[in-house]
């Protein structure tokens, strides 16, 4: 259940990606010391509105003395966020639009740091917790905390600072932990250093310590000292509940600069849309990438593209990823069951839909537009032919459960080529996935 007010999940997630981007690169700005956002649970919906509410919000951190912000302002969700009627699901989705303030000799790097923060966020799902706790008059409060997804990385999937593991009910447990995820395909990050990630220990939120300075792995539960600057720590807790969040943005805007103090301002405006769900739905987003292989020909000699005991591979990020089961039948009518049909399934069609920006730069996305558009064809490893055999793994992460499928298919059906109506290119592949024998 939320505990919080919904457009307070996206301006935690905002407040901490800053923060984890400026612990990454202290030029980039982050962290309670230079960027407070405020989130607004009024439903305003006009320019005027919001304006009135940045010029109030100012006003109060002038008279607090926290005119040192280097980003200051606030997010609102402009329409009235719905509630899909699903008794068993939460699933929220909302638009918001978040203005901060910057003094005009900042905007520059606010800029960079804003364009950043959509950079690691767009396209990508956010695992968040909701963090329970009593304040000092022992009554409840609940507040937003992010914690890292497993495999959210460019390439091959790796265990990043600050991801989610798992559960755990003491750190004797976590070698064994890792064993299960690294089984999977997972990695970890190289370098003889310390690392740190967060664990469910005992309904609890940790951070974990994994020291590699010495070459091999050491475990430990860690505390907020205010020494460990390479993970962003839980607020104390008694319990938290599992939620996740899909981003997606809108444009940059920059208004005219205003003097504010004997100072010139200006405000920068972004926004966007973002689906708060619960830790059992499924996102679109829960699929962090596809990887698509070449294994080789089906031919009277088969062909076999193996080299040095690997194929020829590429990730690649798909806009939609609709499938089809389609399951061949025959029917058996009997009059003594009462006209009704039995029917027997003898052969199984399953397909794989995927939809790509065409980026020619990925070599296998231009020979997939060269055969579509050109008919270009041939039988080694850098050319598409209709009768080879791919492999696609499919990488599904939600809150450490890492989960890595592979089939083999073939395409099947039309390559379609599109451009939409921004001008971009996609190509759209139908794979059906085949057996392994013939």
């Known amino acids: 259940m939320v505990k919080v007010f919904p457009i307070d999940f996206v301006r935690q997630i905002l407040e901490q990606k800053l923060e984890e981007e400026h612990l990454k690169n202290v030029n980039l700005y982050g962290g309670k010391n230079q960027v407070a956002i405020t989130s607004f649970y009024e439903q305003l919906k006009t320019q005027d509105e919001v304006d009135r509410f940045v010029d109030n919000y100012r006003d109060l951190t002038e008279q607090q003395n926290r005119t040192g912000l280097i980003l200051n302002g606030v997010i609102v969700s402009p329409e009235n966020p719905t509630i899909t009627n699903l008794y068993s699901s939460l699933i929220i989705p909302m638009v918001w639009t978040c203005s901060l303030r910057c003094r005009l000799e900042d905007r520059d790097n606010a800029l960079i740091t804003i364009n950043n923060l959509i950079e690691k966020l767009k396209g990508r799902k956010v695992d968040i917790a909701q963090l329970n706790s009593r304040d000092n008059f022992n009554k409840p409060i609940s507040v937003p905390f992010m914690v890292g997804?497993?495999?959210?990385?460019?390439?091959?999937?790796?265990?990043?600072?600050?991801?989610?593991?798992?559960?755990?009910?003491?750190?004797?447990?976590?070698?064994?932990?890792?064993?299960?995820?690294?089984?999977?395909?997972?990695?970890?990050?190289?370098?003889?250093?310390?690392?740190?990630?967060?664990?469910?220990?005992?309904?609890?939120?940790?951070?974990?310590?994994?020291?590699?300075?010495?070459?091999?792995?050491?475990?430990?539960?860690?505390?907020?000292?205010?020494?460990?600057?390479?993970?962003?720590?839980?607020?104390?807790?008694?319990?938290?509940?599992?939620?996740?969040?899909?981003?997606?943005?809108?444009?940059?805007?920059?208004?005219?600069?205003?003097?504010?103090?004997?100072?010139?301002?200006?405000?920068?405006?972004?926004?966007?849309?973002?689906?708060?769900?619960?830790?059992?739905?499924?996102?679109?987003?829960?699929?962090?990438?596809?990887?698509?292989?070449?294994?080789?020909?089906?031919?009277?000699?088969?062909?076999?593209?193996?080299?040095?005991?690997?194929?020829?591979?590429?990730?690649?990020?798909?806009?939609?990823?609709?499938?089809?089961?389609?399951?061949?039948?025959?029917?058996?009518?009997?009059?003594?069951?009462?006209?009704?049909?039995?029917?027997?399934?003898?052969?199984?069609?399953?397909?794989?839909?995927?939809?790509?920006?065409?980026?020619?730069?990925?070599?296998?996305?231009?020979?997939?537009?060269?055969?579509?558009?050109?008919?270009?064809?041939?039988?080694?490893?850098?050319?598409?032919?209709?009768?080879?055999?791919?492999?696609?793994?499919?990488?599904?992460?939600?809150?450490?459960?890492?989960?890595?499928?592979?089939?083999?298919?073939k395409i099947v059906e039309n390559i379609d080529i599109e451009n939409t109506e921004s001008d971009t290119l996609t190509i759209s592949v139908v794979m059906q996935i085949q057996g392994e024998n013939n």
């Open 149 to 409: 997804t497993l495999g959210q990385n460019d390439g091959d999937p790796i265990i990043k600072n600050g991801d989610f593991l798992g559960s755990l009910a003491n750190i004797g447990q976590m070698s064994s932990l890792v064993t299960s995820l690294t089984s999977k395909g997972l990695v970890f990050e190289s370098g003889n250093k310390k690392f740190y990630y967060y664990v469910n220990n005992d309904g609890i939120l940790r951070v974990v310590e994994r020291d590699k300075t010495s070459g091999t792995n050491s475990y430990s539960f860690v505390n907020d000292d205010g020494s460990i600057k390479d993970i962003i720590f839980p607020p104390e807790h008694t319990s938290f509940e599992k939620f996740k969040v899909s981003m997606s943005f809108d444009a940059i805007r920059c208004d005219e600069p205003r003097n504010l103090n004997e100072k010139e301002y200006c405000e920068i405006s972004f926004g966007g849309s973002a689906t708060l769900v619960s830790e059992g739905v499924q996102l679109g987003n829960d699929l962090l990438k596809v990887n698509i292989s070449k294994l080789g020909i089906k031919a009277k000699t088969p062909i076999d593209f193996a080299t040095n005991n690997r194929y020829p591979n590429w990730w690649l990020e798909p806009l939609e990823l609709p499938s089809g089961s389609n399951a061949n039948t025959q029917l058996n009518q009997l009059v003594s069951n009462r006209f009704l049909n039995n029917s027997h399934t003898d052969a199984l069609s399953l397909t794989l839909q995927y939809s790509f920006v065409y980026d020619n730069s990925i070599s296998l996305l231009k020979q997939l537009f060269e055969y579509a558009r050109y008919g270009t064809q041939g039988l080694t490893s850098t050319y598409i032919s209709p009768n080879m055999i791919f492999g696609i793994t499919e990488i599904w992460s939600s809150w450490g459960e890492f989960e890595y499928t592979f089939v083999r298919a």
